[in-house]
């Protein structure tokens, strides 16, 4: 039972993305920051999770918002012993261990003095949550919300980062003229983004359907100018690479010449006569001495395989597709297969359980996937891989000097970790 209750809360997280639905982001194009940069390495992997407008709102989440946390009223002086998550691997702490209970005004983390609440990370999850509280009991819902914080925590704080980093660096002019074009975007292309997604015809209806799902479309606009801004800043921050020239993706493609080698391949066709099938191998002479003679009358091969051959693609007239060499059983037929000319019949195989006959109708011979086939969508993998390390390199300039405190450790791909962050997880 124990065993199954884990089970439960482990799929539950896994499905609630799905169930949320994936909603894809629209590019933005910025006249103030420029085009959009590649995702985010993780920040934008959990581009989706945001908070709810409710507990944004509530008068205790005000509080903390107002005042100062001082060494007695800090979050993060008692600590969680909670679940071991990341976005790969969730497990669930053993029953009997205490649960602190995450309510959506709890503060999560500190990212450079802003606060991280628990609605910021569960608020798009909220009308999931709503259902699994109905059939968990109160243990298992307080897991499943704690598992589900640790593991998209991370995207969170990133995001927070580069939003902080954003209204450090640009003036307040860049500031202003960003926000009034992402809420224009919002507008003219989120908004019937969603209507289309919803299945709804206007704002109006639009919202009522997001109240079903304890979603709102103030919620959605916030949630959005937040990617959106994000992203945007990145673009202008991330030194990558766009193009490469040719003779750059040529030398990746030679010092990487194994991954486009293309093995020998032939096409083929068997007559297969086997002992058991005609009362043992001498009855099974005489089938073959008759396939000899059609074969040497000129008779067509495939037609006599379709007559005679007890290969399982008699009836395809003994045709076998592109097969690489090494992929038989028996040897001696694969040379032949691999060193007679095109169009030509073999000699006969005599094998432990049947006679065989090859033909061999095609053949491509050993070599490599040609430059000019493969050179856009290497030069694409290498902007891509550009984008990534230029994504990774700000966020590792911003985890370095960032202060963090978190009731869990924000564990990095890398293991980079903040110079100044603190952890209370263990």
């Known amino acids: 039972m124990l065993l199954m209750r884990h089970a439960q809360i482990y799929f539950l997280i896994l499905a609630l993305p799905g169930l949320f639905g994936c909603e894809t982001t ?68 053993p029953a009997g261990d205490d649960v602190e209970e995450l309510r959506d005004s709890t503060v999560v983390a500190i990212v450079n003095g802003l606060p991280l609440f628990v609605s910021d990370i569960l608020g798009v999850y909220e009308f999931q949550l709503l259902q699994a509280e109905q059939r968990m009991d109160s243990e298992d819902y307080k897991k499943l919300r704690q598992a589900l ?28 003229q960003l926000n009034q074009h992402l809420e224009t975007a919002f507008d003219d292309q989120r908004v019937p983004e969603l209507q289309k997604q919803m299945g709804v015809n206007s704002p109006q209806e639009l919202e009522e359907k997001l109240n079903s799902q304890g979603r709102s479309l103030i919620f959605e606009k916030d949630l959005f100018m937040k990617q959106q801004a994000a992203v945007q800043f990145m673009a202008v921050k991330a030194k990558a690479k766009d193009q490469f020239s040719r003779e750059e993706v040529l030398a990746r493609y030679r010092s990487r010449i194994k991954d486009y080698e293309v093995p020998a391949k032939v096409q083929w066709q068997r007559i297969r006569i086997t002992y058991s099938k005609h009362g043992g191998k001498d009855k099974a002479i005489a089938v073959l001495d008759e396939v000899i003679h059609k074969l040497q009358s000129g008779a067509d091969f495939g037609e006599i395989a379709k007559q005679y051959s007890d290969g399982t693609r008699s009836d395809k007239n003994g045709s076998w597709g592109w097969t690489r060499r090494g992929s038989l059983a028996e040897a001696e037929i694969e040379e032949a297969l691999f060193s007679l000319p095109v169009g030509e019949v073999s ?16 053949r491509k011979e050993a070599g490599h996937v040609p430059f000019a086939d ?29 202060i963090i405190e978190s009731k869990f450790e924000i564990e990095r791909e890398d293991d980079v970790k903040p110079a100044n962050a603190t952890s209370d997880s263990n």
């Open 26 to 93: 629209p590019k933005v194009d910025n006249p103030v920051l420029g085009p959009p940069p590649p995702r985010l390495e993780s920040a934008l992997k959990q581009q989706k999770l945001e908070e709810t407008a409710v507990a944004r709102h509530t008068q205790e989440r005000n509080e903390l918002i107002e005042g100062d946390f001082s060494e007695s009223d800090n979050p993060f002086e008692t600590p969680i012993v909670t679940a071991s998550t990341t976005s790969e691997e969730i497990s669930i702490s």
């Open 374 to 402: 493969v050179q856009g969508k290497l030069e694409q993998t290498m902007i891509t891989e550009s984008r990534m390390k230029a994504t990774k390199d700000i966020l590792d300039k911003l985890y370095a000097k960032a």
């Open 149 to 176: 914080v640790k593991r998209d925590l991370k995207g969170h704080v990133e995001r927070l980062l580069l939003l902080h980093e954003m209204k450090s660096t640009l003036k307040k002019e860049q500031l202003d």
């Open 347 to 362: 000699q006969v195989f005599e094998t432990e359980s049947s006679f065989q006959i090859v033909k061999v109708n095609g």
